[in-house]
């Protein structure tokens, strides 16, 4: 799939309203489209601030009963669609402020969080399979910009499942997907870049410092190494991931 209908196909994506088929090429598409991941992007931004002022925004009780008591969905969409003029506005404002660039270049922990998560839940197929972990670092050059080798998370009870190419918000990445005590745990390592952990929560303990969150249901931990991240995502506890972390071998 090229740019132009993948950009067709990015509101519905976005929603998660298109079927698994189309689904999985856009998604491809935007792992290796860092212009088109930016769109992506920009959407999901969207809606989260049109949702942020929606929650500041009530509307009017007798509305708020005739929008519920309404059978035909043509009056309710018109009436929504009244009740959200305000929430429009944000919208325009947001897209006028990215236009004229005003956004200085960083990226919080917490929405490199939340894409790495997206990327973990979506399971999709491997591009090359174990058991080698060094094997498939090898595997990615000259797919990705960057250097990638095998961390070294050999444990008991760990097994190396696949790899593939992949994307943390605009950035290229590599994935390295392992079985953890019967969980499965995702590896990205991608460009720090301009990552900013500003605010962000961290756990000190021991010699490295591992940055923690949580988005879904999935606990996320990040460490840095030169200008590389490493984020193991799973459904693992936080500790057994944190600990995780700290084992890699960088």
Not at 8 to 20: I, M, Q
Not at 85 to 102: E, F, I, K, N, Y
Not at 161 to 168: L, P, Y
Request: charged fraction near 25%; include cysteine; charge should be neutral.
């Amino acid at each position: 799939m090229t740019c132009e209908p993948t950009r067709k196909y990015l509101d519905a994506y976005v929603d998660g309203e298109l079927e698994a088929g189309l689904m999985i090429e856009v998604e491809s598409h935007l792992e290796g489209c860092a212009s088109c991941a930016a769109h992506e992007r920009l959407r999901r931004d969207i809606r989260r601030e049109i949702a942020a002022v929606g929650a500041r925004t009530r509307a009017p009780e007798r509305l708020r009963r005739r929008i519920a008591s309404l059978s035909d969905r043509r009056r309710r969409t018109r009436l929504l669609a009244a009740a959200a003029v305000p929430l429009a506005a944000a919208a325009s404002l947001l897209v006028a402020l990215a236009l004229t660039g005003t956004d200085d270049g960083e990226q919080p922990l917490a929405e490199v969080v939340e894409d790495v998560v997206l990327r973990h839940a979506r399971e999709l197929p491997m591009e090359v399979s174990g058991p080698d972990p060094a094997q498939a670092a090898s595997w990615f050059r000259g797919k990705v910009d960057f250097p990638v080798r095998d961390p070294g998370l050999r444990l008991t009870g760990a097994s190396f499942e696949g790899a593939r190419v992949s994307n943390v918000r605009a950035s290229q990445a590599a994935q390295m997907v392992y079985n953890v005590d019967g969980h499965r745990v995702s590896l990205m390592i991608f460009p720090a870049g301009r990552v900013s952990v500003a605010g962000a929560r961290v756990d000190r303990e021991g010699d490295r410092e591992v940055f923690v969150g949580r988005r879904n249901g999935f606990n996320v931990a990040v460490v840095f190494d030169g200008d590389l991240a490493y984020a193991l995502s799973s459904d693992l506890p936080g500790p057994r991931l944190v600990s995780l972390a700290r084992g890699l071998g960088l």
